[in-house]
């Protein structure tokens, strides 16, 4: 995020695209759709030459962090079972 946030400041939409590519591909391996599709919409966006990210605030922000609270309950899913099965 914070490389988004950074290439966006700087209005470099190159930089922009890539790291939103980045973090669609990333998101897309761990599930996160709603994450994935923010950033395949970031990324056309740069692509085509935008260079104001509304989205980039709040929302986000939100998804982020609603991404990491799943993925942390589902770690703790996989390892609370593990455990369970060796002992």
Known sequence: RDAL????SSGDADE??????????TSATVGAEALRELMASIEHAAAAGEHRFPALGDELENLIVHTT???????????TNE?????
């Open 5 to 8: 946030r950074s290439a966006a």
């Open 16 to 25: 922009i695209r890539r790291v939103a590519h980045t973090l669609k591909s």
């Open 69 to 79: 609270s799943e993925l942390s309950s589902t770690l703790d899913h996989i390892l």
């Open 83 to 87: 455990r369970r099965s060796e002992g």
